[in-house]
């Protein structure tokens, strides 16, 4: 375990509040959680680990408050969440199995390949939502690419709610409400995958997830109520610059 003071427990808190609420209005909050726990001295790997296991009350939250969304999906929803469960324990083994070194030099690239997603997400969906064009539903394509999604998102996860509502656009033509319960409800089911294998493997600063999953649970609640009144593309804009800005600074050390 790595020795953290008190006060960069406050500080994890903190931040996993933000990104529970980040999450919750427009995505991308890993952007903000994982990099104050690499600040406070937690190493990558762990970090990570981490992250995944306090930030996964604020997704059981939003899917609560998109439940209704979810009725009569039933059949096409369960082979994708078969996937998503596969696939999540298959990125969080992955996450073991890498060094630090490895994974260390990774991080930069993940972060800014996250924040250019989140950056292109209105005119991604632009794309994929035209008016008036059917998008046929092509269920053994759609699960693979869930699946590869979700081995992204048990591996390091920021921007995996945007990968998800992408590969679900191009193979459905659900109203985007739904679609977006549907996403909730993946991403939940790649980060309990991911955090059940994590919370065994011995890289999990648990002390801090005592702090950060009940923040995170909070933020999720709070964001899903500011969502009404806040603007997510200036909240989503705040986010991508703090992703780029983090990712400069780990190529440049």
Same mark, same amino acid.
């Given at each position: 375990?790595?020795?953290?003071?008190?006060?960069?427990?406050?500080?994890?808190?903190?931040?996993?509040?933000?990104?529970?609420?980040?999450?919750?209005?427009?995505?991308?909050?890993?952007?903000?959680?994982?990099?104050?726990?690499?600040?406070?001295?937690?190493?990558?790997?762990?970090?990570?680990?981490?992250?995944?296991?306090?930030?996964?009350?604020?997704?059981?939250?939003?899917?609560?408050?998109?439940?209704?969304?979810?009725?009569?999906?039933?059949?096409?929803?369960?082979?994708?969440?078969?996937?998503?469960?596969?696939?999540? +324990?298959?990125? &969080? %083994? #992955? $996450?073991? =199995?890498?060094?630090?070194?490895?994974?260390?030099?990774? *991080? !930069?690239?993940?972060? +800014?390949?996250? &924040? %250019? #997603? $989140?950056? =292109?997400?209105?005119?991604?969906?632009?794309?994929?939502? *035209? !008016?008036?064009?059917?998008?046929?539903?092509?269920?053994?394509?759609? =699960?693979?690419?869930?699946?590869?999604?979700?081995?992204?998102?048990?591996?390091?996860?920021?921007?995996?709610?945007?990968?998800?509502?992408?590969?679900?656009?191009?193979?459905?033509?659900?109203?985007?409400?739904?679609?977006?319960?549907?996403?909730?409800?993946?991403?939940?089911?790649?980060?309990?995958?991911?955090?059940?294998?994590?919370?065994?493997?011995?890289?999990?600063?648990?002390?801090?997830?005592?702090?950060?999953?009940?923040?995170?649970?909070?933020?999720?609640?709070?964001?899903?109520?500011?969502?009404?009144?806040?603007?997510?593309?200036?909240?989503?804009?705040?986010?991508?610059?703090?992703?780029?800005?983090?990712?400069?600074?780990?190529?440049?050390?």
């Amino acid at each position: 375990m790595t020795d953290i003071s008190g006060l960069a427990h406050v500080g994890a808190a903190a931040a996993a509040m933000g990104a529970g609420m980040v999450n919750a209005i427009a995505g991308g909050g890993t952007l903000i959680s994982f990099p104050v726990l690499t600040a406070i001295g937690v190493p990558s790997v762990r970090a990570n680990a981490t992250n995944t296991v306090s930030l996964l009350p604020g997704y059981l939250g939003g899917v609560a408050a998109q439940r209704e969304d979810l009725k009569g999906l039933s059949r096409t929803v369960r082979p994708q969440l078969v996937a998503s469960a596969v696939g999540g +324990l298959v990125g &969080s %083994i #992955l $996450l073991i =199995v890498t060094s630090e070194s490895v994974f260390r030099a990774l *991080v !930069p690239f993940l972060i +800014l390949a996250s &924040s %250019i #997603l $989140l950056a =292109v997400q209105d005119r991604l969906r632009s794309w994929i939502f *035209v !008016p008036g064009e059917h998008h046929e539903s092509h269920l053994v394509a759609q =699960v693979a690419c869930v699946g590869l999604a979700a081995v992204y998102g048990g591996y390091f996860g920021a921007g995996l709610g945007i990968m998800l509502i992408a590969v679900l656009g191009l193979f459905s033509d659900l109203p985007l409400t739904r679609l977006n319960a549907v996403k909730l409800l993946l991403a939940f089911v790649v980060n309990l995958s991911a955090a059940a294998f994590l919370s065994f493997s011995g890289k999990v600063e648990w002390t801090l997830v005592l702090v950060m999953a009940p923040a995170a649970l909070v933020g999720g609640n709070l964001g899903g109520r500011l969502a009404k009144v806040l603007p997510p593309k200036r909240l989503r804009a705040f986010v991508v610059s703090f992703g780029v800005i983090v990712a400069i600074i780990y190529f440049i050390k």
